[in-house]
């Protein structure tokens, strides 16, 4: 960092050199670029920002139909993000279905085994016959 | 002046304009000249339309080469003006047709450029940016479960846990629910983490506003032009009376030297880019 | 004096990068940086969703477990493509960072 000197702009003799640190691209860009104006000039130029801007999203938005083409989509596959939850219905009936028949076969062994394929009311009739 | 000819302008210094400017190389390699009037001077180059005709213009601006040679010739020049007189930058690609418009817009402007003179005079822009000194390292990435991959198995599409055989009920804690408090607790630390770097920040920029005469606060700059991951929570401009540059300096060591959160860096001298909007400006 | 030919914009590709390779590495970067947005998302909806008592344990787990395959299944990618999980992002400018 150069120390300032008094006098004009804090820096010395006028060599036609940068004066003050040659600080990186960022720096510079974001000082000449400013959006703010000082006079506007004959020639009307967007704000670079924007572009820039343009250029990535249409980059972002060509890059997922990259990934689907290279097989990465499992976004469009996982029942839970996709809100599709028939899988899970699927498996709550299983499970549900799994439970009578858990149940009906233990009363069955102490009473008929022959009826497997019970239906849901079965074991209240059966009940009720037996009331 | 020819037809394919057009004039950039650099900056508005008042007369008398400061000797040397004519050895000067601008933008495009060309040659630095000046245009006077109503008590003004301007500090331009003539360029090739081909360069900055509203089309080319347009075109090259989003080409980072030509930006970056033409934004470093630009600032050169400005530079070299500020360094040994009151002056007023201009943007870069602040572009007329003719020497006739520069001497018109200076007679337009005249009372606003004066006015933003006496604002610069013996002052002096200086930078600041400051980056969370924090890493990210430690979150997500490799977070191997307690169960490998393979365990849960299966097509995509697979509840996980309801496969026979899956899903260890057994021993402490299951390892989907461990990955969320995990998850969950570096989260919470980072934006705890985040949000006392950007509070340090703001805390930076007061006290050191407090030793300026004007301060802008510019956004975080493009992680590609900075190429660093660090996160940038301040980004700043100052202008300083040259009087006080010095101490300035010193207080930004100090700041930086102080906190563990936040590194400090000061760039400058600066011509004052930052301070130089005039209050007629038209569009 | 003629005025100089105006050179024509470079092609997209081109502005990218010069290098073929490191065109096609940018191009996986990004997409996988789109993929790695979309993991976050999902991983912070869900993080919200676990605070809620009325979910089961077993929920909570099966969340938990889906969410750690994803960022596994990150990892191995980005191996995979030879890229550094820290370093996918995109900065959108005055909009900030992606991620």
Sequence with gaps: MTTPTPGGSASPELTGSRNHEPANLADVLERVLDKGLVVAGDIQVNLLDIELLTIKLRLVIASLETAREVGIDWWEHDPWLTGDHKLERENRQLRDRLAELEGDGDRRSLESPRRTSARADAPEREEARHD | ????????????????????????????????????????????????????????????????????????????????????????????????????????????????????????????????????????????????????????????????GDAPGSGAPGGGQRSGTAYLLRRRAQLRARETADHLAARDADRVHTELGSLAVAVRRHPPQHSRLTGTRANMVLNAAYLVDDARAEHFATAVTELDARGPLLHLYLTGPWPPYSFSRIAEVTT | MTAPEPRPPLPLADRLDSDPENLERDLVALVLTIVELLRQLMERQALRRVEDPALTDERIERIGLTLMRLDERMTELCDHFGLDRDDLNIDLGPLGRLL
């Design chain 2, 1 to 160: 002046m020819t037809e394919d000819m057009a004039v950039w302008l650099y900056a508005v210094t008042p007369e008398p304009a400061p000797a040397g400017l004519t050895e000067l190389t601008g933008v495009l390699g060309a040659p630095v000249r000046v245009v006077r009037a109503s008590g003004l001077a301007a500090v331009v180059s003539s360029v090739s339309r081909a360069e900055v005709g509203e089309e080319p213009l347009r075109r090259n601006l989003e080409d980072l080469d030509w930006l970056a040679a033409t934004a470093t010739g630009h600032d050169a020049v400005v530079g070299a003006v500020t360094s040994s007189a009151t002056a007023v930058p201009v943007r870069i690609a602040t572009v007329y047709h003719g020497d006739d418009r520069v001497r018109d817009v200076l007679t337009e402007h005249r009372t606003a450029f004066a006015a933003t003179v006496d604002l610069l005079a013996g002052r002096t822009e200086w930078g600041v940016k400051a980056y969370a000194a924090s890493n990210h390292s430690d979150e997500s990435a490799d977070v191997p479960g307690d169960a490998p991959a393979g365990t849960s198995g299966g097509a995509p599409g697979d509840v996980p």
